[in-house]
């Protein structure tokens, strides 16, 4: 009997020895039943699928006649290999870890930062293995439930995906050790009730460490007995809708549990919810590039789809990921988070959630800390959402017709803002200019936007600003002023730099001359409804884009020393296959050689629409580049791009390291010490002069930069709270009146 006890075992410890990384053929086939109780990370219908499968799995494939390949097997040794050996977990947070640093983080600033707090479930406080779900609540007077309104982040509802906690732990340092020097921090911890919860499956967290402390664990559920739960199903809003979704078998890696909620973990974020108002909510997970959002049971879009697209959008900003709803954007599931924050209504309000699924793989060590910083404007974005929130997006200085802002001139200022709110209306915006420089003189300084509704943009069109530039200002200077925006109760100031001198035309094409030999490009110039007179260009004239496409359109180099105000503008319009087939506007300089995307489009976009782009940024660069570029994959294909009236200009003007630089320099006061000990550079600038001051190492890489008023000390490290090594640095400062330089050594 024993003997035969031990067989059993040992056969099931076989079966489930390792998870593999499958590429599945899909040839023909739209139905995904067959991948019922995979993990399937990204997938298009009728083509191909990617899925986690176990060794057991594997059989249930092949049982059911499907065409796969493994592409990696063994992933757990596969990521153990990769990782950097640098402690448990290398640059990922343990549970431990994660508790430590939101601990330091409420001892250092008590004020802002909770201590950590035990969601209850609706049992205990703990869950199968006795572990606790740890929060953290952000905000000014901390301890007091506020009118404010309140946003979410969580992290590793799946015990394999670890970057939750990095990005959510990270983001409670960011708003602590920013507060009051960095306006958004400010902004967002005085007017927002931000939770935390880093971990929402420790158990299944902690048993990867047990089994694999230096990480790589492939291990996915909760520590329910008999196998775990996949908590991410378990969610009571439409639990068990189908066996596509979720699994009915408790073996699978998507089993959804004996009942709706019946998982401790899940009750206790539901019970967080429950007990206050989020509007909106990130679930971070991981992988592949995905911001995805309700509905997940099944292949459709909720009535708020634009506001949900919008919302994933302005998140994915800096990391460009695809943005779509989970049931038709990548496979159904349901009882996720989700579908419950957004969809259940009756026992709490409706909650704006998403899932961002971050990077290209589960265990991806050396990309932590750059994931953390590509994703911060996921989190920026959903706390933006929260209300109404202006946003500036361009400020444009109408010169008149002679092209050109001149001494003694009147400037009209046309000013557009965004509603980055993602349910209120913004009411009536207050634009308001104000100069603290004698060279210009305020004509008209108070305009109106009238209000604006979720993610809508507008401007003051009706109602211009207007400036006098002093007839002894210099010509190719700029000219510094402060813009003030208020609405919906609060109040954001930007500095704006009023460029004296020619409109530089750098870029102005319409296409009407068909020969374009400025541009390098396999694109083709036709008479296919321009946006302008007759042509525009496009990438198959006479029909779809082919697979593996690759259209270029590729501009000459432009030298950007010594202007200022670089704006792009162009018209589009484009049908893409979604989220495999993509539009792309890159940039290049001599610096940085290889091309950046500025943005990617994917979808439907049927008629033209106006882009635009600051690309002030790249001024003082001395080879600068752009291009369009179209690329497909390997099947299914569409339209594809028209472009017309690409016109890229800018002001003559000087260039400096990084800022503009304010060409009147009237004090320069000496910024810093010039030998630091214990990390604090004290800034000496007259009291209440802010400053933008940046460091530099010794190679001249940037290492940390702040935004702060003076008088000011400033602890010195990484922009991830990290130490710095002792060694010589440059500080560089910025204010009103000037810039400096000064080189520190920093002594231990
Ligand atoms: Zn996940």
């Known amino acids: 009997m024993k003997r035969y006890l031990f067989f059993t075992l040992l056969t099931a410890t076989m079966l489930f020895a390792g998870w593999n990384r499958v590429h599945v053929s899909l040839e023909g086939i739209n139905n995904l039943s067959a991948l019922s109780g995979l993990d399937v990370i990204r997938s298009k219908p009728g083509y191909w699928a990617e899925v986690v499968a176990t060794d057991e799995d594997l059989q249930q494939l092949s049982a059911s006649g499907l065409n796969y390949h493994v592409e990696v097997a063994d992933l757990e040794s596969y990521y153990a290999s990769k990782m950097s050996g640098e402690g448990p977990f290398g640059n990922y947070y343990t549970l431990a870890e994660a508790n430590a640093i939101l601990d330091s983080l409420h001892e250092k600033y008590p004020q802002i930062i909770s201590e950590r707090m035990a969601l209850p479930n609706n049992v205990s406080n703990v869950t199968w293995d006795s572990n606790y779900l740890w929060a953290v609540k952000i905000s000014d007077n901390v301890a007091a439930q506020e009118d404010e309104p309140e946003v979410l982040f969580t992290g590793l509802h799946h015990a394999r995906e670890p970057i939750g906690a990095n990005i959510t732990v990270e983001w409670a340092r960011w708003l602590c050790e920013n507060y009051g020097n960095d306006p958004l921090a400010t902004y967002f911890v005085d007017t927002r009730q ?18 694999n402390p230096w990480g790589g664990g492939m291990y996915r559920k909760n520590r329910r007995p008999g196998g775990g739960v996949d908590i991410n199903r378990n969610y009571t809003y439409n639990w068990g809708y189908d066996n596509e979704g979720s699994s009915p078998n408790p073996n699978s890696d998507t089993y959804r549990g004996p009942e709706p909620g019946s998982e401790p973990e899940i009750q206790s ?8 108002n989020f509007v909106a909510c990130l679930n971070f997970h991981s992988h592949s590039g995905l911001f995805i ?25 800096a990391c460009h990921y695809v943005v779509a709803p989970g049931g038709s954007g990548l496979y159904v599931t349901n009882g996720d988070s989700d579908d419950w924050m957004y969809g259940e209504t009756e026992a709490k309000n409706r909650i704006f ?21 590509a994703t911060r404007p996921m989190l920026t974005a959903t706390s933006m959402a929260a209300s109404a929130y202006p946003e500036l997006e361009d400020v444009t200085w109408l010169e008149g017709d002679d092209g050109e802002i001149s001494p003694g001139e009147t400037v009209g200022i046309l000013i557009r803002v965004r509603n980055m709110g993602i ?4 009411g009536d915006i207050s634009l308001s200019l104000s100069e603290s420089d004698p060279r210009v003189e305020l004509v008209k300084s108070n305009a109106v936007i009238p209000s604006l509704e979720p993610y809508a943009a507008g401007s003051n069109d009706d109602d211009l600003l207007e400036v006098k530039v002093s007839p002894s200002a210099k010509p190719d200077s700029a000219i510094p002023l402060t813009l003030k925006i208020s609405a919906a109760g609060t109040e954001f100031t930007h500095k704006l730099l009023l460029p004296v001198g020619k409109r530089l035309t750098l870029i102005d094409e319409t296409f ?21 007179k007759k042509y525009c260009i496009t990438d198959s004239p006479d029909g779809l884009y082919g697979n593996n496409a690759f259209y270029y359109l590729e501009s000459g180099k432009f030298d950007l020393r010594n202007k200022l105000n670089l704006e792009l503008t162009f018209w589009h319009h484009y049908e893409m296959e979604n989220g495999f087939d993509w539009c792309l506007l890159e940039v290049r300089t001599e610096s940085s050689p290889d091309w950046t995307t500025l943005k990617r489009w994917s979808r439907t976009q049927k008629s033209w629409v106006r882009e635009y782009f600051d690309l002030s940024e ?24 028209f472009i017309d009236d690409i016109l890229l200009t800018g002001f003559a003007g000087k260039e400096t390291v990084g800022v503009h630089e304010l060409a009147d320099i009237r004090t320069l006061p000496a910024a ?77």
């Open 293 to 317: 959002y309700a509905w997940g049971y099944i292949e459709e879009e909720t009535p708020d789809s634009m506001e949900f697209f919008n919302w994933g959008e302005a998140a994915t900003r």
């Open 353 to 373: 959630a998403a899932t961002p699924e971050i990077g290209t793989d589960f265990w991806q060590d050396e990309l932590a800390f750059e994931q953390v910083e």
């Open 618 to 641: 790249y001024s003082g660069s001395k080879e600068f580049q752009l291009r369009f570029v179209l690329q497909s994959d390997n099947e299914k294909n569409e339209d594809g791009w």
């Open 269 to 276: 974020t539901m019970n967080l919810c429950k007990a206050h």
């Open 423 to 426: 349910k209120d209306p913004t």
């Open 194 to 211: 931000t939770w935390i919860v880093p971990v929402v499956n420790p158990d299944g967290y902690l048993y990867n460490e047990e089994n």
């Open 512 to 532: 009407e001359d068909k020969q374009i030999p400025e541009w390098n490009t396999n694109f083709f110039v036709a008479d296919k409804g321009p946006h302008s």
């Open 672 to 748: 810093v010490n010039e030998t630091v000990a214990k990390d604090i550079l004290h800034f000496t600038a007259p009291a209440g002069s802010s400053i933008h001051a940046v460091l530099f190492d010794a190679a001249g890489r940037k290492v940390a930069e702040t935004h702060c008023v003076a008088p000011f000390e400033w602890k010195l490290t990484d922009n991830l709270g990290r130490t710095l090594a002792p060694g010589v640095y440059f500080v560089h400062t910025y204010s009103e009146s000037g810039e400096t330089k000064t080189k520190v050594v920093l002594v231990k």
